[in-house]
């Protein structure tokens, strides 16, 4: 561990508030600088854990955050606490903001056909200065350049890849030699969010820190992902028990 940083399971977390967190992406954004940021819960470091060559991936990031309660309270077993979860939606919604009040240029990959183009015309209708240079599902072949020569001549600041893990940070990787600059980050499922096709947990339940029994009740089919954070916990306490360091 670093003074800003929590190691858990080999990934370096980075351990400053919310608000922090958005300045230093806010300062690389208004910078020109390329950066690829990681939003990890629990299922995201267990499937690092178990996949080496996914695990080199989110290391490489120049940023992961602890998006999920379990990631902080893995912090907290190897008393090695982060100060605050950071949410991947939350954080998405505080860019969009921010490029709205800056103007900054955005595009959107990801999602299904029709769940891609609600998400850009409700962003659109919430945050009017923002631009919007470019869209596309998640469906492609990613050997065919299109989409990667379309996303560069838009020259966007901010691009949010929405293909779910790992194969969104796995594309971002694949695709970012291919750009000089932009904050390139994975949001999973906040697209279906922002298309209103998904309701997000209610206040209530997230300053319970419960947001993932919330998403369980109300889609029960994710059951078995959602089996990733006992063993992930299990994996923790393991790692306390026998004194040695993640």
């Known amino acids: 561990m670093t003074e800003n940083h929590v190691s858990i399971l080999g990934i370096d977390f980075i351990n400053k508030p919310f608000h922090e967190v958005v300045d230093i992406l806010a300062d690389s954004v208004e910078s020109k600088r390329k950066s690829f940021v990681v939003t990890a819960n629990p299922e995201i470091a267990m499937y690092a854990h178990e996949h080496p060559d996914y695990k080199a991936i989110v290391q490489s990031a120049d940023m992961v955050v602890p998006d999920g309660i379990g990631i902080v309270i893995a912090s907290k077993i190897l008393n090695t606490p982060i100060q605050e979860r950071v949410a991947g939606f ?7 903001e921010l490029g709205n009040e800056k103007k ?3 595009y959107l990959l990801g999602g299904k056909e029709e769940t891609n183009k609600k998400a850009v015309a409700n962003i659109a209708s919430r945050y009017p200065l ?10 492609f072949d990613w050997k065919d350049r299109t989409v990667t020569d379309e996303i560069k001549a838009g020259n966007p600041d901010i691009v949010f890849v929405a293909l779910g893990f790992p194969r969104q940070e796995k594309w971002i990787v694949q695709n970012l030699p291919h750009f000089s600059k932009g904050l390139f980050i994975g949001v999973g499922g906040s697209i279906d969010v922002l298309a209103g096709e998904v309701k997000r947990a209610p206040l209530f339940w997230r300053r319970l820190n ?20 006992p063993r992930f916990l299990g994996e923790m306490f393991k790692i306390k028990m026998s004194g040695k360091t993640n």
């Open 104 to 106: 900054w240029r955005i």
């Open 210 to 229: 419960l947001e993932w029994f919330y998403r369980l009740v109300m889609q029960p089919t994710r059951w078995k992902r959602m089996l990733a954070l």
């Open 130 to 139: 923002l631009q919007i240079v470019g869209s596309h599902h998640g469906f």
């Open 90 to 96: 939350d954080l998405m919604v505080r860019l969009l």
